[in-house]
């Protein structure tokens, strides 16, 4: 069952390599839109180091969203869903496999894009550990919410357009929790209680989101 | 068993039934005198599904889409490429197969399964002559080896001793006794 789980997880990541333009997108857009900060706020470093930790999280939390929707759209188009459903391994086990390799696609280069611009908007060199031990876990949390949304909504007619407003105000306690740790670490404050409580949230999510998504894909196979 | 009907009898929808893909708007289904929906992953073990779609991703080989399926039913990815006369495709991505070709690719992925119960919407699709003789004896290798097959089909297959069912039409299938199926397989 654990070797069925990495051999989906091996063949979504296949077909992210294969069709790299769709992986890119999300960190482009990671990139394009931090970087649109600055040019609207104006360069003020003060200002822009002060507002970095929130530019550098509501963005990944939008760039995180984009694959979303194909993650399981595209699985239901073509009849792979049926053929997942089938393998023989729990529903909540392929669903957490194609959370895992969209966290591996998404989440992980999102972690490596964030170091550049942090230092673009001028992120104190000391607060850069705690911004990315805090967008590790927030990934996760983001990964888990994401696909516990996406298959929420497979198979509604507008569910592009359901998927943020259901996504977003589940990750809300992320955000602020990663946020606010930036914040302590770049002001001297203690930083570690907001990043154990988005590591609580992680480990609730865990287990949860698998469940409920499990049963969203039977449901929209049905 | 073939399943004939005219369009909308609900053939589709009895193989989605059978497979554990879909609960039955009324009655059970059971396997062995157990429910199927109790634990579908283990019946899940037991059927191999072929619908409409092939299922098939573009980007990815022949062989590439059907590793993980290899591994799910430890199936001789060999054997099934040749069943099917996939060897000299094995290493092209799909998105170059014809329509038959895919079917094909399809098909090998129900052999690979090796599962006991055959669940086959319209096999034939798009097959050739050729394909559909390769279809034929791969239904009569499965059958003697102690298998079900239950396909539904608008065209003959090439089968000996099939136990036909036709569903009636639309308009009289709220009259239809079909949704308790019960297998002795």
Same mark, same amino acid.
């Given at each position: 069952?654990?070797?069925?789980?990495?051999?989906?997880?091996?063949?979504?990541?296949?077909?992210?390599?294969?069709?790299? =333009?769709?992986?890119?997108g999300?960190?482009?857009?990671?990139?394009?839109?931090?970087?649109?900060?600055?040019?609207?706020?104006?360069?003020s470093?003060?200002?822009?180091r002060?507002?970095?930790?929130?530019?550098?999280?509501?963005?990944?939390? +939008?760039?995180? +969203?984009?694959p979303?929707?194909?993650?399981?759209?595209a699985?239901?188009?073509?009849?792979?869903?049926?053929?997942?459903?089938?393998?023989?391994?729990?529903?909540?086990?392929? %669903?957490?496999?194609?959370?895992?390799?969209?966290?591996?696609?998404?989440?992980?280069p999102?972690?490596?894009?964030?170091?550049?611009?942090?230092?673009?908007?001028?992120?104190?060199?000391?607060?850069?550990?705690?911004?990315?031990?805090?967008?590790?876990?927030?990934?996760?949390?983001?990964?888990?919410?994401?696909?516990?949304?996406?298959?929420?909504? +497979?198979?509604?007619r507008?569910?592009?357009v359901?998927?943020?407003?259901l996504?977003?105000?589940?990750?809300?306690?992320?955000?602020?929790?990663?946020?606010?740790?930036?914040? =302590?670490?770049?002001?001297?404050? *203690?930083?570690? *209680?907001?990043?154990?409580?988005?590591?609580?949230?992680?480990?609730?999510?865990?287990?949860l989101?698998?469940? =409920?998504?499990? =049963?969203?894909?039977?449901?929209?196979?049905? | 068993?073939?399943?004939?009907?005219p369009?909308?009898?609900?053939?589709?929808?009895?193989?989605?039934v059978?497979?554990?893909?879909?609960?039955?708007?009324?009655?059970?289904?059971?396997?062995?005198?157990?429910?199927?929906?109790?634990?579908?992953?283990?019946?899940?073990?037991k059927?191999?599904?072929?619908?409409?779609?092939? /299922?098939?991703?573009?980007?990815l080989?022949?062989?590439?889409?059907?590793?993980?399926?290899a591994?799910?039913?430890?199936?001789?990815?060999?054997?099934?490429?040749?069943?099917?006369?996939?060897?000299?495709?094995?290493?092209?991505p799909?998105?170059?197969?014809?329509?038959?070709?895919?079917?094909?690719?399809a098909? /090998?992925?129900?052999?690979?399964?090796?599962?006991?119960?055959?669940?086959?919407?319209?096999?034939?699709?798009?097959?050739?002559?050729?394909?559909?003789?390769l279809?034929?004896?791969?239904?009569?290798?499965?059958?003697?080896?102690?298998?079900l097959?239950?396909?539904?089909?608008?065209?003959?297959?090439?089968?000996?001793? %099939?136990?036909?069912?036709?569903?009636?039409?639309?308009?009289?299938?709220?009259?239809? *006794?079909?949704?308790?199926?019960?297998?002795?397989?």
């Open positions: 069952m654990i070797g069925l789980f990495w051999a989906i997880v091996g063949r979504d990541l296949r077909l992210a390599l294969r069709h790299g =333009a769709d992986t890119m999300a960190i482009l857009f990671f990139i394009v839109t931090a970087t649109l900060f600055p040019l609207a706020l104006g360069p470093p003060e200002l822009l002060h507002m970095a930790p929130g530019i550098i999280w509501v963005c990944a939390l +939008l760039a995180a +969203l984009l979303l929707d194909r993650l399981f759209g699985e239901l188009e073509d009849g792979s869903l049926d053929q997942l459903l089938l393998l023989g391994v729990p529903a909540s086990l392929v %669903v957490l496999a194609k959370i895992t390799a969209h966290w591996l696609t998404t989440g992980i999102l972690l490596l894009a964030a170091v550049p611009l942090a230092t673009m908007l001028g992120l104190p060199a000391s607060a850069l550990p705690v911004l990315l031990t805090g967008l590790f876990l927030g990934s996760v949390v983001l990964s888990l919410i994401g696909g516990m949304g996406a298959s929420i909504v +497979l198979g509604a507008r569910g592009g359901l998927l943020p407003l996504t977003l105000p589940l990750a809300t306690p992320a955000l602020i929790f990663g946020a606010a740790a930036i914040d =302590a670490a770049s002001t001297g404050l *203690p930083w570690q *209680p907001d990043l154990e409580l988005l590591a609580a949230f992680v480990a609730g999510a865990l287990p989101c698998p469940l =409920a998504a499990g =049963a969203g894909l039977r449901a929209a196979a049905e | 068993m073939l399943l004939t009907g369009n909308g009898a609900g053939k589709s929808t009895l193989l989605r059978l497979a554990g893909l879909r609960k039955p708007d009324s009655g059970q289904l059971l396997w062995h005198g157990e429910s199927v929906f109790a634990d579908r992953a283990a019946h899940a073990c059927v191999a599904y072929l619908g409409h779609q092939d /299922a098939l991703k573009p980007g080989t022949v062989t590439e889409n059907l590793a993980l399926f591994r799910a039913g430890q199936g001789n990815m060999q054997a099934a490429l040749e069943a099917m006369d996939l060897l000299p495709l094995a290493n092209l799909a998105r170059l197969l014809s329509a038959g070709q895919k079917r094909r690719t098909l /090998a992925r129900i052999l690979l399964a090796n599962a006991p119960l055959w669940l086959l919407d319209e096999p034939s699709l798009g097959l050739d002559a050729n394909a559909i003789t279809l034929g004896q791969a239904l009569t290798a499965h059958r003697q080896q102690g298998g097959v239950i396909a539904t089909t608008h065209v003959p297959l090439p089968l000996e001793n %099939v136990q036909p069912l036709t569903l009636p039409g639309a308009s009289d299938s709220s009259a239809s *006794p079909f949704y308790q199926q019960e297998d002795d397989a």
